[in-house]
């Protein structure tokens, strides 16, 4: 029994690791062979895009954290009528298709937009327009972790810090903020991957300057596979090991989540 | 424990009734048409800027046709073909913006004629909201949007027909109206393109895409045409050049230009030729008068029907929809190759 069960499990998994490996391992082996692979490796303008990816997709991670995380502590603590209603509101942008996403962005952040129209910042075509494009579809990764986060934290430990005579502020600075700290930094760091993953609301609202997602689409439909290949896998490294690292860095090694 | 995994098993029941539901669906209907149980599915890519009237055409089709569902999928023209050659996908029918694609990409593997079926024009749209809007005609067009306060679109000339169309329009201006300056005013001084005159004619080499270096607040460039309608819809750019056929059809204002620039008419095709785009993949392209070209690849799945479907868009009904949409049918349609055509398309080019 205890036998079959293992067997099982391990089938399972080595599938659904397997489906995802599979497609990433084929676009990054096929470039050993492209001589474009140094090229691009050596091309200014991908390295640009990758790094105006990453630091758009750092800020709108950032902006998350800030005004995500008094959210996620309310909807963890206090019940509230309409509640529920906040949750899904926090959770619609994942089911609107990209470029929906994009279309409604432009409306508000547009130049004759409802936010854009008075907004000294200009969205369009700029950085900001990246940053709020990613935001959005990444917030609610970021919410329903630290919301996860606080909810794991017993509310006993604040409601002693409490009657020892803590301000609610201090409370949630030195107890209820450090105990979740490990679920915002999973969410934080989901969130950021989101956001450089996003393509679709991009492209609509901010097409210049370009992030690598648009750029490989560039590559792709102006010369082909054999241009957007080499940008695709630098893109897929270089965030492996980002990810890698932060990880060890965030959890050491080899800590299973039961252990932490 | 037992609640979750009776849950699982309910979810894949679900999935597995779905699936019974829809396959019913499709006998059912089939049943009722007289025709094979399974519906065959022809495969339609075509250039964004064919979207509405392949819409029309499919509804047809499909009512002649119950057996049948069309797919359309639409894109830039040069990334509707690379499906085909690159990705390997099957197509049964391909309809580019412009016909000289389908030979210079598909032949000779992917195929091997191309039938001329319909033009276009390339037009300046705008709406009521646009900036000077009561003020523009076509003969000051190109004044109203040297101002400064003025934003105009178009797309990327890499990536997309209508893009480089609009700058082989642009310098094309300059020559006609022997105004040397249009271009530099309008496009070159807000970004890296620029032609040259070279042997007289003028040539743009289009830098990579990322290059493009666009002062966003005059220029608005998106990789496809139809992405920047929601630009103009919006209030973001006052003008975009697109073609005639997308700005009637999204009831866009728009202003006629001179024949001489507007790459519609045959008759001036010589004088299109002296402007060239030079895309950034190496891709040289002159001037000529805006054609649509369609073919049925050689990879596809269902070449009998495809030919239904070309006979279709060539015929009595195909140029009723052309006409109504503003892309003017070629009569007759042309055809490069006539002798490779499939036998049923041949009776058209007799």
Known sequence: ?260 | MKRYILLLILLILAALLCGCVQNTGKTEQAGNAHVQSEKVVLKVFHAGSLTEPMKELTKIFEERYPGVEVQCEAAGSAKTIRKVTELHRNADVIASADYTLIPKMMYPEYANWTIMFAKNQMVLAYTNESKYASKINSNNWYQILRRPEVRFGFSNPNDDPCGYRSQMVLQLAELYYNDSKIYDDLVAKHSNLKFVEENGTYVLRMPNSENINPDTNKLMIRSMEMELISGLETGEIDYLFIYRSVAQQHHFRFIELPPQIDLSSNQYADFYKKVVVVQANGKKIAGKPVVYGITIPENSMHKDYAEKFVELVIGKEGQKIFKELGQPPLMPPRVDNADKLPESLKRFFS
Request: proline content about 5%.
């Open chain 1, 1 to 260: 029994m205890r036998h079959s069960f293992f067997l099982i499990l391990t089938a399972f998994s080595a599938l659904i690791v397997l489906f995802i490996l599979l497609p990433i391992a084929v676009t990054i082996s096929t470039q050993f062979y492209n001589p474009g692979f140094a090229q691009a490796m050596r091309d200014r303008a991908v390295w640009n895009s990758i790094l105006l990816t990453y630091y758009a997709a750092l800020l709108s991670t950032l902006t998350a954290i800030i005004f995500g995380t008094p959210l996620a502590y309310i909807l963890s603590r206090y019940s509230f009528p309409g509640r529920s209603i906040v949750e899904g509101i926090a959770d619609i942008p994942v089911v609107i298709p990209h470029t929906a996403a994009g279309i409604s962005l432009l409306a508000v952040f547009g130049s004759n937009g409802l936010i854009g129209s008075f907004s000294p910042v200009k969205f369009v075509d700029a950085l900001p327009g990246i940053v709020v494009a990613m935001l959005f579809v990444s917030v609610p990764i970021y919410l329903n972790a630290a919301r996860e986060g606080f909810g794991s934290v017993d509310v006993r430990f604040e409601q002693v810090a409490r009657t020892l005579g803590a301000s609610q502020w201090r409370v949630f600075f030195t107890i209820s903020l450090p105990l979740a700290a490990r679920h915002i930094a999973a969410g934080a760091l989901m969130a950021w991957a989101r956001a450089i993953s996003e393509f679709g609301a991009i492209v609509v609202i901010a097409y210049y300057p370009m992030v690598a997602p648009t750029l490989i689409y560039e590559r792709y439909i102006s010369t082909g596979l054999s241009a957007a290949g080499p940008v695709t896998a630098i893109l897929i490294l270089l965030s492996l090991v980002v990810f890698v690292a932060i990880r060890i860095l965030l959890w050491g090694k080899n800590v299973s989540r039961s252990e932490r």
